[in-house]
């Protein structure tokens, strides 16, 4: 008689997580128009800063209510994800927040970007409001925003 060790159920290859991509392998695979794209070490900053915001809803998430929030002349800054297919869900989004004078940055992915909102969903767009609980991190993340190269002017 011959006795099997192993449970094929708890094979530890079988498991449902995807692998974590690097942040290289993130950055090739965003769109041609995603520029200026955050450094590794901005994306952190930048999502650390999206987690503290979400605790003290000030922040707005999605095409529509980014979209509507910068009309109306909230300030902030946006962060958008350079992994959009199609492209044209969020192209109109460099020009007017270069309208309303609002700094915007790209990173690689939307998955993280939804994770650092705490949804279990992707996100597109994000728009960090200002506000007093994390001031600190909001400079940081502008201030590092605004170092990146421009390539419009």
Do not use: W
Request: aromatic content about 6%.
């Amino acid at each position: 008689m011959v006795s099997i060790s192993e449970d094929p159920t708890t094979n530890e290859n079988t498991s449902l997580e995807k692998p974590e991509m690097s942040y290289e392998a993130k950055c090739s695979l965003t769109i041609p128009i995603a520029k200026p794209l955050a450094t590794k070490k901005l994306s952190k900053k930048l999502y650390k800063c999206c987690k503290i915001a979400t605790k003290a809803k000030s922040i707005r998430r999605g095409t529509k209510a980014v979209g509507k929030s910068i009309r109306k002349g909230e300030k902030g800054f946006v962060i958008i994800a350079g992994d959009i297919s199609p492209i044209d869900v969020i192209s109109h989004f460099p020009i007017l927040c270069e309208e309303q004078k609002v700094p915007y940055v790209y990173v690689p992915a939307r998955s993280d970007l939804g994770a650092a909102i705490g949804a279990n969903t992707p996100c597109s767009v994000l728009l960090i409001l200002k506000g007093d609980e994390y001031k600190d991190k909001y400079k940081e993340c502008i201030k590092g925003i605004k170092e990146l190269p421009n390539i419009y002017s």
